[in-house]
């Protein structure tokens, strides 16, 4: 996918309302930059548990574990989810209960599961009986609710060739649970991140139907549904609105043989990635053969791996200072990043200002996912400075 041309007149609804050109190029901080409008995480937050009748967010911090984030979030009334110790201690240091954590990674460090559980946490996702001996070792009497695999193929980043498992392994597991002396609390899936197709999450639900029907048959009745991640942000494609995927969820919930005492999600990249602009500036265009080149001060390994994940790259909004963008002819530029490395190149045949040159600010928008989580400073460039408008009080 080619990253699409933002003009002033042509600014999309889902860029931050707070983060409009004018207040862009006002910002007097040396480039690059991820600035973040909090009120749009709270909106987003707001707006995913309003679309999915009784569901609550339990928000996958290793999109954008900003200290700020988590506040925002905990200030909202969210729950959190972790796939490691270290994620946990950023949430105990930003006042969250561990209590109030779901430790999702199917396979964790004996450590981290010993030490989370002496923090609090009381509740383990696991697909496999090798890590349920070690809950069962390092966190006696804990809740456990197993990761099934389901159809991910709609996804842009499927998660099933590494995680999960069938439903009947999941019935024997969970019957094994109880035997160890844990409590089978409940069933979690992922559909893949960013999903396209909301029937993904009908057919997953299903899946789990049938074996809660197994598990009561022998009276083991489940408390907890998590329908994980995967909710789509919105970039420069469609993608379907979070009021039709929640439609199609409340209806196959509705199909349940019961309905679990909590229903879960694990939204990441739907809570941030429309909150935030990355900002940085051109430092050289030059002609290479047939193509033009623009060099900028961030990359792959600054914050924009996701360009490099996917077979067509990554469709970000983008807008430019150019003056008077809209009325200058466009051209095609590849764009790449300042190290000595090429495979930090982000874009190619982006449509641009055929006067952009050295000095001038390349703005990205839906940012705000798995970018500051990536960022290194490779090659000695700094990673972006992050910047928060808005947010609490409620």
């Known amino acids: ?15 931050p309302a707070a983060l409009t050109p004018d ?9 690059p930059y991820l600035v973040t409008d909090l009120d749009t ?8 548990e309003r679309a999915i009748p009784g569901v609550r967010a339990f928000y996958a911090m290793k999109s954008n574990p900003a200290p700020e984030v988590l506040a925002e979030l905990a200030a909202r009334g969210s729950g959190f989810e972790i796939a490691s110790l270290g994620e946990l201690r950023m949430l105990e240091r930003a006042g969250v209960d561990p209590a109030d954590v779901l430790y999702s990674n199917p396979v964790k460090p004996p ?20 890590e349920l001996a070690k809950l069962a070792e390092l966190a006696p009497g804990s809740a456990v609710y197993v990761r099934l695999r ?7 980043f499927p998660l099933s060739q590494k995680f999960g498992t069938g439903v009947d392994d999941a019935y024997e597991l969970l019957s094994l649970a109880g035997r160890l002396g844990l409590r089978a609390y409940g069933i979690t899936f992922h559909v893949g991140s960013q999903c396209g197709n909301p029937l993904a999450w009908r057919q997953a639900i299903r899946e789990a139907g049938r074996l809660m029907s197994r598990l009561r048959a022998d009276g083991i ?27 199609v969820i409340a209806d196959a919930v509705d199909e349940l043989p019961y309905r679990p005492e909590l229903l879960a999600a694990e939204p ?21 053969g047939d193509e033009n080149w623009l060099f900028v001060d961030v ?49 190619t045949g982006v449509s641009l200002p055929a006067t952009i040159d050295v000095g001038d600010t390349l703005y990205i928008g839906s940012a705000g996912a798995y970018t500051l989580s990536y960022a290194s400073a490779f090659n000695g460039f700094p990673p972006p400075t992050p910047l928060f408008v808005g947010g609490h009080p409620v």
């Open 299 to 347: 990359s792959a390994y600054h914050g924009l791996m996701e360009t490099l994940q996917t077979a067509n790259g990554w469709d970000y909004p983008l807008w430019t200072s150019v003056r008077h963008a809209a009325e200058i002819p466009a051209m095609r530029f590849t764009v790449t990043g300042p190290s000595c490395d090429s495979s930090d190149t982000v874009f």
């Open 268 to 288: 990441g990249r739907f809570l941030v990635a429309e909150s935030s602009v990355l900002a940085t500036s051109v430092i050289g265009r030059e002609r290479r």
């Open 41 to 48: 995480v709270a909106a987003r937050h707001a707006g995913l």
């Open 1 to 15: 996918m080619t990253p699409a041309l933002l003009t002033p007149a042509r600014v999309p609804a889902h860029w």
């Open 23 to 31: 207040v862009l190029e006002v910002i007097d901080v040396p480039t």
């Open 150 to 156: 389901v159809d991910d193929q709609a996804s842009v």
């Open 111 to 130: 450590a981290h599961v010993a030490e989370a559980y002496r923090a609090g946490l009381w509740r383990f996702s696991f697909d496999s009986p090798g």
């Open 221 to 247: 009745e489940l408390t907890m549904l998590d329908l994980g991640g995967g909710f789509p942000a919105r970039y420069v494609h469609g993608v379907p609105a979070i009021e039709t995927i929640g439609a």
